[in-house]
Each structure stands twice: as C-alpha cells, then as structure tokens.
C-alpha cells in the first residue's frame, strides 16, 4: 500500500487521554505497517478553551511515546500550516464558495428559537432537527437582517435521501439524512464548526484515511456530504470503539484512566504504555500479547481491531509494564530508574550519598519486583539509616525475641564492612528451632529490612550494611 496519509487531530483542550492516545497510536501504527505518512493537525479553533500549553504537552506526550510524525505544527511540511487557528482563511473561502453555488445558507435564527423548534419537533415525535426556516430566505431579507446588526450563522443543505458508505472496521453503515437536518458550518463570529475545518484540512492535506473513535461516527454522514461539495471524493472510514471500564461503564480515572503525563509520572514505560494501549481493541492473531513498538508497527492491521468496546483493565497494565522491566538489561534498568527518580526528584538523600556502583546494585534486586518506576522511592526505603519499620507489629509474636538475639549475635560475628552471607544465617535460625516457615522468616524479613514485602532477603541480605543491621535489631529488642 502507497500513498497513505492518516491524522491525528487533538483539540488542546486538555490532557491527553486513553482514547485520544489509542487514536494517536492506531493512526501511527497504520501509516507506519502501510509505508505511509502521519499527520499531527492542533484543531484549536476553541478560542477559550484551547491553550498553547496544552498543545505543547500534546506533542511531549506523544514523542513519549514513540509516536512519530512525517508534517506538524513543530516540523512543518508542504500543506501546512498546521495549526487550524492559522487556516481561517480556507475556511472562510470555502464558506464564500458554498454560498455561491447554493450549497449553504445563512441563518438567523437564535438560539432561543432554535430551542422553540426542537421542542415543537420532539412534541410531535419527529427528530429534533433544524425546520430549515431560513432556506428560503432572500438576498433582499438577509440584508435587511445583516442591517438590522444581526449576526448570521452559516449552515450547509442536507437533502433527504439514504447515504451509505464502507467503514473499514464495522462495515456497511447506512444513514437516513432526513434524520440529519441543515448543519452550521460556520458560526456567526465567523469561525468554523469542527465538521467543516475538518474536512477541509483533510482535503487540503490530501487524507486518504481517517481512523478515530465511534463517538465521530455520526459525524460521518455529515463529512461524506461536505467532502462531495467540495468535489473531492471522501478518505476511507475507520470508526474505533469506545473504551469502558470493567462492567461496562464508563472509563474514569477510579479506574486507572490517568493522562499520559500521570503514566510517566508514575513510572511506566513507554514500551509498556503502547504495548496496553495497542491491544484496546486491537488482537495480533495468536496468543502473544508482549510487544515492542517496533514489533507493533510491522504486524498491525485495521482488519484485525475489533467492533466491540474495549475494556480498561489496570492490572492488566500493570502485569504488562512489569514484564516490559523485567526484560530491560540491567544497564539499562539502571540508567532508566535513576533517570526517573532524578527526573521526579524521588531519589532519597541517602541513596544519592552512596557510590554509583553500590546504588546500582541496590537498584537491580529490585528489577524483578516492580511494576513501574514510582514503587522504588518506597522499595528504596529498606536501605535507608532514618526509616521507620511500618510493619512493627509484626514482631509482636513470642518467638521474636530468641529470633532477634540469633540476628545479633550473627551480625556481631561479622567483621565492620564484613558482607552477610544468607545462607550461614539461615542455617543458624533454623538450628536454633526458634521457630519455621513464615514465623520464622517474616520477622527476620521486618526486623532487618523494616517492611514486610520486598525482593527476597537472599538479594537484600548481602547489600545490607553489619552497622544498619544491628542498629535495627536494637531498636526492635528495645521496642
């Protein structure tokens, strides 16, 4: 396949989210499979709601995540600009052009009557559409309107009739336009509706495919016809479903739905993010479900995305960032998790102090017991001089105090800087017969790593000081 050219087109309105996220990758993956072009387009034709800072974080997230465009509003290209606040002039030509060839009409209606009219209409049971009383209107009325000081919109003609067209994902879709009514396209202030600056950067900028969420599936219709005035045939349709959490309601951030900026912050990987995300709806044919980028953009397919809503599953995230860690080198674990508690000012004072190569090690017994980066300021804790043991309780069980007096007298047979060796220990508890199972290693675990879970104690052991060991076994005997 040659000459594909897909879009991403986010409102700056906000942070980007799941679904506009999965948009942004689906519309990547296919230009990347098919050796075509990706097109970042900012429709900030919101004045009041859309704001540079958040076109900015649009474009940050999406380098992020390994996202790539061929032309945008940071790199330019030949059918630019692409900023829609910078294309008004295409707009309101092809507004002018829709005018003279009485494909569309001004409107004066306001929106009070408007209102009055999709009453009248429901009160009948006939859909709640625009009546059409300003079709008629001649040359002569509307100046007087305009004269009057009256502002008009501008809507495009819908004729009744059935349109049908072929969307790549859910097949034949069918639409009875009586339903529809005559749209705005332009509003009285002169600014274009979404349904027509979208059409007409997508001719401009020569799409041939348009993948997007099913929520625009109405919108679809209304496009066909405009890009028909236009007198250019429409790109192929590709309407994604929705994404719901589990039991079918409604994605939330309750449910782990975060902005891309929240999953950094958070320490997730990119890999992990795309490699989740990917699979909202999308399945590769064969049991695999772990996927690099690279990989994704050699087997994806629309044919292969799915009609049904995708369900957000945040453990399954999870599991899946996980895995992306663990199969990290550990060079690169390392740089990857220093980098990020750097980055997010999350490294403790302590763990700056030690040598490169003794935090290093540190860093590495956790690789295998983390889900995502932000677990490590916590995990980190077990090495720290000042912290609190929050599983104390735990060392309120009768046999703790004989199990305490072996770990004294083990760790003050070590010479000063003198490593631990986890198996001499664990031969000296268990000959002592204090206790067994986890009675026995549980509060050896708390006593001397001050919390209850972690990686396991022969990693820990040999990394933890003699002098921080023992000065825990006091506080605990003490206690």
């Given at each position: 396949?040659?000459?594909?050219?897909v879009?991403f087109a986010?409102?700056?309105?906000?942070y980007?989210?799941?679904?506009n996220?999965?948009?942004?990758l689906?519309?990547?993956?296919?230009?990347?499979c098919?050796?075509?072009?990706?097109i970042?387009?900012?429709?900030?034709?919101?004045?009041?709601?859309?704001?540079?800072?958040?076109?900015?974080?649009?474009?940050?997230?999406?380098?992020?995540?390994?996202?790539?465009?061929q032309?945008?509003p940071?790199?330019?290209?030949?059918?630019?600009?692409?900023?829609?606040?910078?294309?008004?002039?295409?707009?309101?030509?092809?507004?002018?052009?829709?005018?003279?060839?009485?494909?569309?009409y001004?409107?004066f209606?306001?929106?009070?009557?408007?209102?009055?009219?999709?009453?009248?209409?429901?009160?009948?049971?006939?859909?709640?559409?625009?009546?059409g009383?300003?079709?008629?209107?001649s040359?002569?009325?509307?100046?007087?309107?305009?004269?009057?000081?009256l502002?008009?919109?501008?809507?495009?003609?819908?004729e009744?009739?059935?349109?049908?067209?072929?969307?790549?994902?859910?097949?034949?879709?069918r639409?009875?336009?009586?339903?529809f009514?005559?749209?705005?396209?332009?509003?009285?202030?002169?600014?274009?509706?979404?349904?027509?600056a979208?059409?007409v950067?997508?001719?401009?900028?020569r799409?041939t495919?348009?993948?997007r969420g099913e929520?625009?599936?109405?919108?679809?219709p209304?496009?066909?016809?405009?890009?028909?005035?236009?007198?250019e045939?429409?790109?192929?349709f590709?309407h994604v479903?929705l994404?719901?959490?589990k039991?079918g309601?409604?994605?939330?951030?309750r449910?782990?739905?975060?902005?891309?900026?929240?999953?950094?912050?958070?320490g997730?990987?990119?890999?992990?993010?795309?490699?989740y995300?990917?699979?909202?709806?999308?399945?590769?044919?064969?049991?695999?479900?772990i996927?690099?980028?690279?990989e994704?953009?050699k087997?994806?397919?629309?044919?292969?995305?799915?009609?049904?809503?995708?369900v957000?599953?945040?453990?399954k995230?999870?599991?899946?960032?996980?895995?992306?860690?663990?199969?990290?080198?550990?060079?690169?674990?390392?740089?990857k998790?220093?980098?990020?508690?750097?980055s997010?000012?999350?490294?403790?004072a302590?763990?700056?102090?030690?040598?490169?190569?003794?935090?290093?090690e540190?860093?590495?017994?956790?690789?295998?017991?983390?889900?995502?980066?932000?677990?490590l300021?916590?995990?980190l804790?077990?090495?720290?001089?000042e912290?609190?043991n929050?599983?104390?309780?735990?060392?309120?069980?009768p046999?703790?105090?004989?199990?305490l007096?072996?770990?004294?007298?083990?760790?003050?047979?070590?010479?000063?800087?003198?490593?631990?060796?986890y198996?001499?220990?664990?031969?000296?508890?268990?000959?002592?017969?204090?206790?067994?199972g986890k009675?026995?290693?549980m509060?050896v675990?708390?006593a001397?790593?001050?919390?209850?879970?972690g990686p396991e104690?022969?990693k820990?052991?040999?990394?933890?000081?003699?002098?921080?060991?023992?000065?825990?076994?006091?506080?605990m005997?003490?206690?």
């Amino acid at each position: 396949m040659s000459g594909v050219r897909v879009r991403f087109a986010p409102s700056p309105t906000g942070y980007l989210h799941i679904g506009n996220v999965r948009t942004a990758l689906f519309n990547h993956l296919f230009a990347a499979c098919s050796g075509g072009e990706l097109i970042l387009r900012i429709e900030n034709t919101d004045r009041e709601r859309s704001k540079s800072e958040y076109a900015e974080q649009i474009l940050n997230d999406l380098r992020w995540l390994g996202i790539r465009w061929q032309e945008g509003p940071d790199i330019g290209g030949p059918y630019g600009p692409y900023r829609q606040s910078e294309r008004m002039q295409h707009y309101r030509e092809t507004a002018e052009k829709f005018i003279r060839e009485g494909k569309a009409y001004y409107c004066f209606c306001s929106q009070e009557e408007l209102e009055t009219i999709k009453r009248a209409a429901q009160a009948k049971g006939l859909p709640p559409k625009y009546n059409g009383r300003c079709r008629k209107l001649s040359r002569e009325e509307v100046e007087q309107k305009r004269a009057l000081g009256l502002k008009p919109s501008l809507r495009f003609k819908v004729e009744e009739g059935f349109l049908e067209f072929e969307d790549i994902i859910r097949g034949p879709v069918r639409f009875d336009m009586g339903l529809f009514g005559d749209f705005v396209i332009l509003r009285p202030d002169g600014v274009p509706t979404f349904h027509l600056a979208v059409c007409v950067d997508d001719v401009l900028m020569r799409i041939t495919h348009v993948i997007r969420g099913e929520d625009h599936l109405p919108n679809t219709p209304r496009h066909i016809l405009l890009f028909r005035a236009l007198g250019e045939a429409p790109p192929r349709f590709a309407h994604v479903s929705l994404i719901m959490g589990k039991g079918g309601e409604p994605l939330s951030k309750r449910l782990g739905a975060m902005s891309v900026e929240e999953y950094r912050k958070t320490g997730y990987l990119p890999e992990a993010v795309d490699n989740y995300i990917a699979l909202l709806g999308w399945a590769p044919g064969d049991n695999r479900e772990i996927f690099s980028l690279a990989e994704l953009e050699k087997v994806f397919s629309l044919s292969r995305v799915g009609k049904s809503p995708a369900v957000f599953d945040k453990e399954k995230l999870d599991w899946l960032s996980g895995e992306h860690i663990r199969a990290l080198s550990h060079e690169a674990f390392v740089e990857k998790a220093c980098d990020y508690l750097v980055s997010e000012g999350l490294m403790p004072a302590f763990a700056r102090a030690l040598p490169q190569n003794r935090l290093h090690e540190i860093l590495l017994i956790f690789k295998d017991n983390i889900l995502h980066f932000d677990a490590l300021r916590d995990r980190l804790e077990i090495f720290n001089p000042e912290a609190e043991n929050q599983d104390a309780e735990m060392l309120r069980a009768p046999q703790v105090p004989g199990i305490l007096k072996i770990l004294e007298e083990y760790f003050l047979s070590l010479a000063p800087g003198e490593n631990a060796d986890y198996e001499a220990l664990n031969q000296k508890l268990k000959a002592a017969a204090v206790a067994k199972g986890k009675e026995l290693f549980m509060p050896v675990r708390v006593a001397l790593t001050f919390r209850a879970h972690g990686p396991e104690l022969k990693k820990i052991l040999p990394l933890l000081a003699r002098e921080l060991c023992l000065e825990r076994i006091k506080k605990m005997k003490v206690a």
